[in-house]
């Protein structure tokens, strides 16, 4: 093996619909068609695996702009036995390439082997399953471990098995299907993969019951196109699982065609532990730096995925937990008697919210309270960062640098002072929007920003 495969495969400018497309249209539906208006960001491939072997299905043709490789013959733990020579093919011909592996729900034996093994503590039947959709995708990394091949995205692919069927009588058994795909795109994350999942709407509610994953991208199957446009139509309508369209396919019955959506050209991505945060959306890295300081873990929900909740105003509770958290959660003991008339010892985060009192950090409102389940307002966040940083010394500009902030306005020299820091510069039309709420993912990047200070 040489060193080349060490590297992911070299980019390639895109196409446009003329050729490629065209040439799908007439195969798919014996039509004639007039080439559509091209989009610049627009990309077109093909996605091939085992069917691809000698003797099976044709290539590719070589000008296409990308493919996606499946690692899997059909079920998870096999391997594509043609993965090298696909690999090779996509390297050989300059082809930007990404992998797909199945997903599928275990036998007794699976469960037996890799149930106990994995992030999970195997205490129920649902660690478990997660354990064994870990090492479903455990395994798909070790077939790209071994051909030295980094893909950067590894698509799951989500849809009935016969050789190995889902169980889907019951809402329980759809549920029992989720674990084994929480367990897949956790080791995908692990590993550093982006990940998205690949199905279409009635497989993936016959699975999932409907799952809803509207962070995690999607790879939208249409099929035998019914006409012309189906394909791209699947970019902009609503995904089988919520989250946004990444790729459309559809096939006519020897190749399977894709094209990009959304104005991206195929390429990599980051994707979130969160399954409700986006890859490409603004704040992905202060959200995961966040996460991986352990400022927030967000919530478990209960097919064990996390969630962040990034456009849910963050509430002044969990506001304190976070500072507390960014201090390095200092060595402190609470009050037996709270400082907030409406807190109380067992409040959660009482500690926190006690520390914000004790440090300067949060005095509350005249009337002693400190209202813990009401949204933090863009302005008395400014102020609390302020304070965080140690009130540091500061001279505010005699004409406000926000169109919505008078020079008289309460923490006037707290918000322009985060101006000045580059920890907040206002929106794009010159204002600050004092009375807002702050979202989480916004929280994110503020306290990022502020870390270094």
């Given at each position: ?10 980019a ?20 004639v ?23 099976g ?32 093919w ?15 729900f ?41 051909l ?109 065609y ?45 097919e ?15 506001m ?61 966040m ?72």
């Open positions: 093996m040489t060193n080349r495969r060490h590297t992911r495969c070299a390639r400018p895109s196409r446009t619909l003329t050729g490629l497309l065209a040439v799908a249209m007439v195969l798919a539906l014996g039509l068609l007039p080439a559509a208006p091209a989009r610049a960001a627009t990309d077109y491939g093909y996605d091939i695996s085992w069917p691809q072997c000698p003797n299905q044709p290539m590719p043709p070589t000008d296409t702009s990308f493919v996606i490789i499946g690692l899997t013959r059909g079920l998870a733990f096999t391997e594509n036995p043609c993965l090298q020579m696909h690999v090779d996509a390297f050989d011909n300059g082809l930007p390439a990404q992998a797909y592996a199945m997903a599928t275990p036998t007794s034996a699976q469960l037996d082997d890799h149930g106990d093994n994995g992030p999970w503590p195997a205490a129920s039947r649902a660690d478990r399953l997660r354990n064994v959709g870990y090492a479903e995708g455990m395994a798909a990394v070790t077939s790209l471990a071994r030295g091949w980094d893909p950067g995205v590894v698509w799951v692919d989500v849809e009935p098995r016969p050789a190995q069927p889902w169980p889907s009588t019951t809402s329980a058994q759809r549920m029992e299907n989720r674990y084994v795909i929480t367990g897949l795109l956790r080791a995908l994350h692990d590993s550093g993969y982006g990940f998205g999942i690949y199905s279409y709407l009635n497989g993936w509610n016959e699975i999932t019951d409907g799952w809803q994953l509207t962070g995690v991208p999607v790879w939208a199957a249409s099929g035998h196109l019914d006409y012309p446009t189906e394909a791209e139509e699947k970019c902009t309508a609503a995904s089988f699982s919520g989250g946004p369209v990444f790729i459309s396919q559809w096939t006519d019955g020897s190749y399977d894709n094209l990009t959506c959304g104005g991206e050209s195929f390429g990599d991505f980051t994707s979130s532990r969160f399954v409700d945060f986006p890859p490409r959306v603004q704040f992905l890295t202060e959200v995961e730096w966040l996460a991986g300081e352990g400022i927030s873990t967000g919530w478990t929900e209960p064990g995925t996390l969630t962040y909740r990034p456009w849910q105003p963050i509430d002044r509770d969990a304190a937990a976070f500072f507390y958290r960014l201090a390095g959660s200092p060595a402190y003991t609470p009050p037996a008697v709270s400082p907030f008339t409406d807190v109380t010892p067992a409040t959660p985060f009482y500690a926190e919210m006690a520390w914000m009192h004790d440090e300067g950090i949060a005095t509350g409102f005249p009337d002693g309270s400190y209202r813990p389940w009401e949204p933090v307002n863009r302005d008395a400014a102020a609390f960062m302020y304070r965080f940083a140690n009130s540091p010394t500061f001279t505010a500009p005699g004409t406000s640098p926000f169109t919505d902030v008078a020079t008289t306005d309460q923490f006037y020299l707290e918000l322009t002072w985060l101006r000045s820091t580059g920890i907040s510069t206002g929106w794009p039309d010159g204002s600050y929007r004092p009375g807002e709420p702050v979202m989480r993912d916004a929280m994110a990047a503020f306290l990022y920003r502020l870390d270094p200070i």
